[in-house]
């Protein structure tokens, strides 16, 4: 009668969700990472798997084919007679929202249908009589009333992408109680229909308001208790950010949602860890969904069951590794267990060259990522974006053998190197916490404290984006050069530090 939330650690994002009999699948935006929008499958909402992602060519992202920037935002999975539809964005300019099908979600999708290149946020909706729709915001910064436009709608043909006229379908040219909506989708409930979407930005004023009609067109009345979801009253609360939601139908008959959310520590105004997905139980009330606790949630949810008996906590799958934009030539994505084979690439914050590193999202504040090497070149590091990140990589050789420490954030950067007196493999640490990411290295005759970084320069709230830390290992060497080989790549949490630890003040505020 207790799950965990959020129910997918980590980068997870803009959540989407559809039943198929007694599976739940699972879609999230993956921005620049590839490959792209991950899928997981569930049998009761709280422990997912991914078990492929969407994404994996430039022909599903990008108009020419070719390989070029790549931006996913907020994709919408649904599923009719066999097959699966996914309609997602490319935010990158002169790309813009397409449709992949797919009868297996594991994969292979097929390539893109393009719809239209105008805004963000996709979604579908198929009524009963077999009539397919296409929702998307819009997006106007020039309006006099100070609205950012209406979502819109039009009939679509899923086979071509071709669209019907797009019609507004919301009231205003804003939310149902602020002046922006996004991530709209329209689900059908007995006689009514329903447009819900998400308003106030994806910060701390997140929400999701809900309407209905009796029409797909509308009018769409609001719900007298919107916001349905939110935290943005909820000041000191760890959980954030909380809205972007999808409903789902159980085969029991009962309701769902995900919606995303970040954590933050005590009193921490900052998050790294990303957007998450929450679960948050549903009760219908005259026709109105009622979310979770009155539109709240809590990091342990008492008193409700999932379906099919639910799982105390989720199960931490291993570790998916991803890679900034396309993959270097050599790297084989299909390696598994614990020793990992890494091309070289340009440095961290080069853009001429592919990234040589491998990533895999940060999922707790208290987390430890190690692995051992050997080659001069490689090493560990945590990244955001080119311009934030905290690396230790080996450099020089013999007697000459240093640990290269750099951090990078923004226009300031700092490199300091520690000396190793050995010449075997390198065991390279980093302990993440929720103020710092500390580094160290092994290498059989000695350990080393390289240095730590300040987890908030490397937050989104720094960042200004909606970026999220990820674990890598990098390997920064010469095009043609020789892979190096990461041996006994663990990802594990740590124990959070026990309240004697942390300042005065927040343990008497806590």
Request: net charge negative.
């Amino acid at each position: 009668m207790t799950y965990r939330n959020p129910v997918v650690r980590g980068h997870a994002p803009d959540p989407s969700i559809v039943r198929v009999g007694a599976y739940y699948y699972l879609a999230n935006s993956s921005f620049g990472m590839l490959p792209g929008i991950p899928i997981r499958r569930s049998r009761d909402l709280v422990d997912w798997t991914v078990i492929g992602h969407a994404v994996t060519r430039p022909s599903q992202y990008r108009r020419d084919g070719a390989d070029g920037p790549i931006e996913l935002f907020a994709p919408t999975l649904r599923w009719h007679d066999g097959v699966f539809h996914l309609v997602c964005t490319n935010a990158h300019p002169g790309q813009g929202n397409f449709l992949l099908t797919a009868t297996d979600p594991a994969g292979p999708w097929s390539d893109a249908v393009w719809i239209d290149e105008v805004a963000f946020d996709p979604s579908l909706f198929r009524d009963d009589d077999g009539t397919w729709y296409y929702q998307r915001r819009s997006l106007d910064f020039g309006r006099s009333d100070g609205m950012l436009g209406p979502v819109v709608q039009a009939e679509i043909d899923v086979r071509t992408g071709a669209l019907g006229e797009l019609r507004p379908i919301t009231p205003t040219a804003g939310g149902f109680v602020t002046n922006d909506i996004e991530g709209p989708h329209v689900f059908r409930r007995g006689d009514w229909y329903y447009l819900t979407g998400a308003e106030g930005s994806s910060w701390r004023g997140h929400a999701q308001s809900i309407a209905r009609s009796r029409s797909p067109w509308g009018p769409f009345e609001p719900a007298p208790h919107n916001p349905i979801v939110t935290h943005r009253h909820r000041v000191g609360h760890p959980i954030q950010s909380l809205g972007h939601a999808d409903f789902v139908e159980a085969e029991d008959g009962s309701w769902w949602a995900v919606a995303l959310g970040t954590r933050h520590a005590p009193l921490s105004q900052h998050h790294n860890i990303g957007r998450e997905t929450f679960l948050l139980p549903v009760r219908w009330v005259d026709d109105w969904p009622v979310v979770g606790d009155e539109g709240t949630t809590e990091l342990i949810v008492h008193d409700v069951e999932p379906p099919a008996g639910g799982i105390a906590d989720a199960v931490r799958p291993e570790p998916v590794w991803l890679t900034v934009g396309a993959a270097p030539e050599g790297l084989d994505r299909a390696q598994a267990g614990r020793r990992l084979t890494v091309p070289p690439g340009g440095e961290l914050h080069e853009t001429r060259r592919a990234l040589g590193a491998l990533l895999t999202p940060q999922t707790d504040d208290d987390q430890e990522l190690r692995a051992t090497v050997c080659e001069e070149g490689a090493g560990v590091a945590v990244f955001v974006d080119r311009t934030h990140h905290y690396s230790a990589l080996l450099a020089g050789s013999g007697a000459h053998r240093v640990v290269r420490f750099r951090r990078r954030a923004d226009d300031l950067e700092t490199v300091l190197d520690a000396a190793l007196p050995g010449t075997g493999p390198v065991t390279l640490s980093i302990a993440a916490r929720p103020d710092s990411y500390a580094f160290r290295a092994s290498d059989g005759d000695a350990t080393v404290d390289i240095g730590s970084g300040s987890a908030r320069l490397l937050s989104a709230e720094a960042v200004e984006w909606f970026r999220a830390v990820h674990f890598a290992l990098v390997h920064v060497g010469a095009e043609g050069g020789d892979a190096a080989v990461f041996e006994e790549v663990t990802a594990a949490d740590l124990e959070p530090l026990a309240p004697a630890l942390m300042p005065p003040f927040i343990r008497e505020l806590l």
